[in-house]
């Protein structure tokens, strides 16, 4: 009688713990997703601007100049989120 209550429980807390896993595991995929989304605009911005300014500049002037260091460090920081697959 113990053994099978035990066994019950045992079934439902796998079943619970089951659930959580798959719903956090959808969840972080959601957000790298929304990472890489936001990765890819920075990156297509990134290369605009600097087809924008291929004398250069803007990007040496003061106040363009820092959105475009800005701009630089936070596409080397998502660059180094993820590795980036070939193929």
Request: aromatic fraction near 14%; charged fraction near 25%.
């Given at each position: 009688?113990?053994?099978?209550?035990?066994?019950?429980?045992?079934?439902?807390?796998?079943?619970?713990?089951?659930?959580?896993?798959?719903?956090?595991?959808?969840?972080?995929?959601?957000?790298?997703?929304f990472i890489i989304k936001i990765q890819e605009l920075i990156e297509f911005s990134t290369?605009?601007?600097?087809?924008?300014?291929?004398?250069?500049?803007?990007?040496?002037?003061?106040?363009?100049?820092?959105?475009?260091?800005?701009?630089?460090?936070?596409?080397?920081?998502?660059?180094?989120?993820?590795?980036?697959?070939?193929?």
């Amino acid at each position: 009688m113990i053994i099978e209550i035990l066994l019950c429980l045992f079934i439902f807390y796998s079943i619970f713990i089951s659930y959580t896993l798959m719903a956090a595991l959808r969840r972080i995929n959601q957000y790298e997703s929304f990472i890489i989304k936001i990765q890819e605009l920075i990156e297509f911005s990134t290369e605009k601007m600097k087809a924008v300014d291929a004398s250069g500049h803007y990007e040496s002037d003061d106040e363009t100049g820092f959105f475009f260091k800005q701009l630089k460090e936070l596409q080397a920081i998502l660059n180094s989120l993820f590795k980036i697959e070939e193929g």
